[in-house]
């Protein structure tokens, strides 16, 4: 059974860095064609996706974040993590980590974590 | 950027027919996914491959995908049905996610 489960701070600064964990249980990221991913939800918004890395360490990103977004596996500790510089009050929202299979640009996030609130707030 | 359209809100009454509908352009040569969200859940996927149903998806949900527009269909809705229903499709190695629609069954 595959499950994700995010952490990370719940409140934030304006201009600081928020850095996110993904534990991930029932696959390995070393397995060919697997990836897990972020997106986030506003309050009362739409879904927005932030970032994927792939088993061997691909990355892809948001076109209007790419700039403000790193994203990093270990392995060894079945964790990926995303850090997101220079936080603003409209980066308020859910944070969700996801896992998809392949890479053909078809694929569907099929497992969702639980998701992490996070506010950004002076 | 590549934008999905959905209309914010849908209505219909119970055991009747729900169309939901996403529009981009030539949307119809990309692979469409549809979600589920309910108030204070996390998205389930509902629909991958433009119609197929991962397992436990009930067949009253269908999808379909040609020309500029991807429609989820819920044959026979039910209040359980009721929900924030997104799509998302894949565009130069990037994700889009549609605005979603919120889905009343009344």
């Known amino acids: 059974q595959i499950t994700l489960k995010e952490s990370g701070p719940t409140l934030v600064k304006p201009t600081q860095t928020l850095t996110l964990t993904c534990r991930f249980s029932g696959f390995s990221l070393t397995t060919s064609g697997l990836a897990v991913g972020w997106i986030r939800q506003p309050p009362g918004k739409a879904l927005d996706w932030l970032a994927l890395?792939?088993?061997?360490?691909?990355?892809r990103f948001s076109p209007s974040l790419k700039n403000r977004l790193t994203i990093a596996k270990d392995t060894s500790k079945n964790e990926v993590v995303l850090t997101m510089t220079n936080m603003d009050p409209v980066d308020t929202g859910t944070y969700y980590c996801?896992?998809?299979?392949?890479?053909?640009?078809?694929?569907?996030?099929?497992?969702w974590g639980q998701g992490t609130m996070v506010t950004v707030s002076s | 950027s590549y934008d999905l359209t959905q209309a914010p809100s849908l209505s219909v009454s119970p055991g009747q027919t729900a169309s939901i509908t996403c529009s981009g352009d030539?949307?119809?040569?990309?692979?469409v996914c549809w979600y589920q969200q309910k108030p204070g859940q996390s998205p389930v996927l509902v629909i991958y491959d433009d119609n197929k149903r991962p397992s436990g998806i009930p067949e009253r949900f269908s999808g379909l995908n040609s020309g500029n527009t991807a429609t989820l269909t819920i044959s026979g809705a039910q209040a359980i049905d009721e929900a924030d229903y997104y799509c998302q499709a894949w565009h130069r190695r990037a994700v889009v996610f549609g605005g979603g629609t919120k889905v009343t069954v009344l």
């Open positions: 890395i792939y088993w061997d360490d691909e990355k």
């Open positions: 996801v896992s998809s299979q392949g890479r053909l640009e078809r694929e569907p996030f099929d497992i």
């Open positions: 030539d949307l119809g040569n990309k692979y």
